[in-house]
T-cell receptor
Framework: QKEVEQNSGPLSVPEGAIASLNCTYSDRGSQSFFWYRQYSGKSPELIMSIYSNGDKEDGRFTAQLNKASQYVSLLIRDSQPSDSATYLCAVRNPPGRRALTFGSGTRLQVQP | EAGVTQSPTHLIKTRGQQATLRCSPISGHTSVYWYQQALGLGLQFLLWYDEGEERNRGNFPPRFSGRQFPNYSSELNVNALELEDSALYLC??????????FGPGTRLTVL
């Protein structure tokens, strides 16, 4: 079982719709969770971080964390063609370990 | 504020040679991380440096090594290059245990 799992996609949504990206993780001790966006040929760009159960909103992005279900998600409202990219879920485990464990990413395609 | 910078952008080496990759963290960040993104394998953690010391390493052979300088910049060395070392090497930096921000990467091609 992979430590961090994501559906590889592609997830295709029409422009203006809500895109929902999901991630599950195996280590119950995980405490920190991150979403990165990676355009083809570019490096990952941090979108959101979330550390406690519940929702965290930043502009069009909402991260949701449910530690009991070991599940973290990213919602993108009013999706734009420029949101088309691969979205990487990353998890950091305690204690004192800084290494991020990444999922394989979900490719999002927003259709104009 | 300048982000993480890496050099060179591209590096072409032949099997058995050594490669040296460089990284400058965001100003004020003392922690530097190296990751490898190889085709089909995803992003994998290589090394973590903090205050000049290696703090943790991922599941990579010893021919992957590095160091962090007093100005917090870092160098990744890969000895005895193998074809499967061809990948995008990403450096990230953070302020303590806060979020990690990535540089543009160095694309290493081993022929």
């Amino acid at each position: 079982q992979k430590e961090v799992e994501q559906n590889s996609g592609p997830l295709s949504v029409p422009e203006g719709a809500i895109a929902s990206l999901n991630c599950t993780y195996s280590d119950r001790g995980s405490q920190s969770f991150f979403w990165y966006r990676q355009y083809s040929g570019k490096s990952p760009e941090l979108i959101m971080s979330i550390y406690s159960n519940g929702d965290k909103e930043d502009g069009r992005f909402t991260a949701q964390l449910n530690k009991a279900s070991q599940y973290v998600s990213l919602l993108i409202r009013d999706s734009q063609p420029s949101d088309s990219a691969t979205y990487l879920c990353a998890v950091r485990n305690p204690p004192g370990r800084r290494a991020l464990t990444f999922g394989s990413g979900t490719r999002l395609q927003v259709q104009p | 504020e300048a982000g993480v910078t890496q050099s060179p952008t591209h590096l072409i080496k032949t099997r058995g040679q050594q490669a040296t990759l460089r990284c400058s963290p965001i100003s004020g960040h003392t922690s530097v991380y190296w990751y490898q993104q190889a085709l089909g394998l995803g992003l994998q953690f290589l090394l973590w440096y903090d205050e000049g010391e290696e703090r943790n390493r991922g599941n990579f052979p010893p021919r992957f090594s590095g160091r962090q300088f007093p100005n917090y910049s870092s160098e990744l060395n890969v000895n005895a290059l193998e074809l499967e070392d061809s990948a995008l090497y990403l450096c990230a930096s953070s302020l303590g245990a806060a979020e990690q921000f990535f540089g543009p990467g160095t694309r290493l091609t081993v022929l």
